[in-house]
């Protein structure tokens, strides 16, 4: 062959060489799905509108589980939506402690129609929830019969997904929502067992190393002054250590690739402590 046509040839076998390499990479999703992400649930808003709007105001893809049948439950949900952050119903269920929980609770000694008609109600008083999560509930999220009743309501709802708050090392309300193939997760870092900026700080030190080590993490917080004023500070800094911030709906979703794939996959082999200050 000619040294003409081999030049010819050069920028075709250059082109195959390409479509050849990109056939084997991950598309662009697969892409963002191997880099570290976090998801930050921020708990109980609905009873107080100025920490709940300064909540809603934090920068990024937060997600906001808001209490049922509150004061201002309608008009945060609302305005979060119009944010466009995501959005959760956070049921308040029966603790160990007998806590009292307030419009909305589900309680062991519901008989099933009776909790059913609760769940019902609680999932029409958050409008644009697109997942739930339980608020307390170290003693009903522990009985496999309350929790099938629950997820079996959650069933007539559109692909809400479910977050165990793990308020008890005994919980088994994912394995019920597994059993009808309800998307969950279940937290893995407590921003602030107290409300105290030191204690925050730590908690999102420990959430990214547990990102970079797994591939994902989960926090829950709350609207408490220390932990708005160090996440109002932290954010926009977050893009800076190499970690996402992204709607627990799309960790899920990793998660589930991560399991369904042949990428790069890290194991987490550190056991997920339960809730200390919310029974």
Request: charged share 20%; proline share 6%; net charge positive.
């Amino acid at each position: 062959m000619s040294v003409g046509k081999r030049i010819l040839l050069l920028p075709l076998l250059l082109v195959a060489a390409g479509t050849a390499l990109a056939g084997n990479a991950p598309p662009p999703q697969a892409a963002d799905a191997l880099q570290p992400s976090i998801s930050i649930i921020i708990d109980d808003l609905g009873n107080q509108q100025r920490h709940g709007l300064r909540a809603i105001a934090l920068p990024g893809q937060l997600t906001y589980a808001i209490l049922p049948h509150r004061p201002f439950t309608r008009l945060l949900a609302d305005h979060a939506h119009r944010q466009n952050k995501e959005v959760m119903i956070h049921i308040p269920m029966e603790a160990e402690t007998g806590t009292a929980l307030g419009p909305g609770a589900l309680l062991q000694e519901m008989d099933e129609l009776q909790f059913k008609t609760a769940v019902r109600d609680n999932f029409d008083a958050v409008p644009h929830a697109v997942g739930f999560n339980n608020h307390m509930g170290s003693r009903l999220t522990a009985s496999a019969s309350r929790m099938r009743w629950l997820m079996q309501a959650a069933m007539f709802r559109d692909d809400l997904y479910f977050i165990d708050s793990r308020t008890t090392h005994h919980s088994v309300a994912r394995e019920q929502a597994g059993q009808r193939k309800i998307r969950s997760a279940s937290r893995d870092i407590f921003l602030d067992y107290r409300d105290d900026a030191q204690v925050v700080a730590e908690q999102l030190t420990k959430l990214v190393e547990q990102a970079r080590r797994d591939g994902t993490a989960l926090a829950i917080g709350h609207p408490y002054p220390a932990t708005l004023s160090v996440l109002e500070q932290w954010l926009p800094e977050l893009a800076q250590q190499g970690v996402r911030l992204v709607p627990v709906s799309e960790l899920i979703t990793i998660r589930q690739q991560r399991r369904e794939s042949a990428w790069p996959m890290y194991s987490s082999h550190s056991p997920r402590a339960a809730k200390s200050s919310k029974p």
